[in-house]
């Protein structure tokens, strides 16, 4: 069962009358099968570092300061229409230890599970324009163009909150040509 609050990072981890720091975003958008059909009650978790870059986790040794108010993870399950929204801030890029100046791009970790435990697909979701993407050591292990298009989440200002939040559309591809990349499935769905 799901928390008043879990789709809303923003608030989840917060204390009373607090919220997290940092710019305030929606990232919303479909998950589809390979005929675009929408796939209802799946279960969406995310997880992500705060606005200065740093994870909530005993291990991330950045230097960026962790929010108090910001836990990093949330969930939500699809619609009958396959649509899931939820509230977060924009995560901070943060340096990666792979090479001497290699830095990670601003992005939101995804898990879709299906109908059954076992039925866990997991992928990353990139912001457009963000200038570290085609520098990412991660990212440039895809050698297809178009599969990185894909997990890049394009600004929708049609859904944006006036005064609160700028939103992202970010629609989830589970199977076929046109799928998502799931890094626990990098064959294909």
């Known amino acids: 069962m799901l928390g008043s609050l879990d789709h809303d990072l923003v608030l989840n981890y917060a204390q009373p009358g607090e919220s997290a720091m940092g710019e305030r975003i929606i990232v919303h958008g479909h998950v589809l099968d390979e005929e675009a ?7 969406v978790e995310v997880w992500q570092a ?22 990093g993870c949330g969930r939500v399950i699809t619609d009958e229409n396959g649509y899931y929204a939820f509230r977060t801030v924009r995560p ?5 230890p792979n090479g ?10 995804f898990s879709l599970f299906g109908s059954g435990f076992a039925q866990r697909l997991i992928t990353q979701m990139y912001f457009e324009g963000d200038p570290h993407i ?6 440039n292990t895809i050698n297809d163009p178009a599969a990185i298009e894909m997990l890049v989440a394009k600004l929708d200002m049609k859904h944006t909150v006036p005064m609160d939040a700028r939103a992202y559309r ?8 046109r799928s998502t990349l799931f890094e626990n499935r990098m064959e294909g769905n």
């Open 37 to 43: 059909r929408p796939v209802p009650n799946a279960l």
């Open 50 to 71: 705060n606005a200065g870059g740093r994870y909530r986790h005993k291990k991330d040794g950045y230097l960026a300061p962790l929010d108090p108010n910001f836990g």
């Open 92 to 96: 901070g890029p943060y340096p990666w």
């Open 100 to 109: 001497v100046n290699d830095w990670r791009p601003s992005h939101i970790h």
């Open 134 to 139: 085609p520098l990412c050591p991660i990212v």
């Open 170 to 177: 970010f629609d989830i591809v589970l199977r076929g040509r």
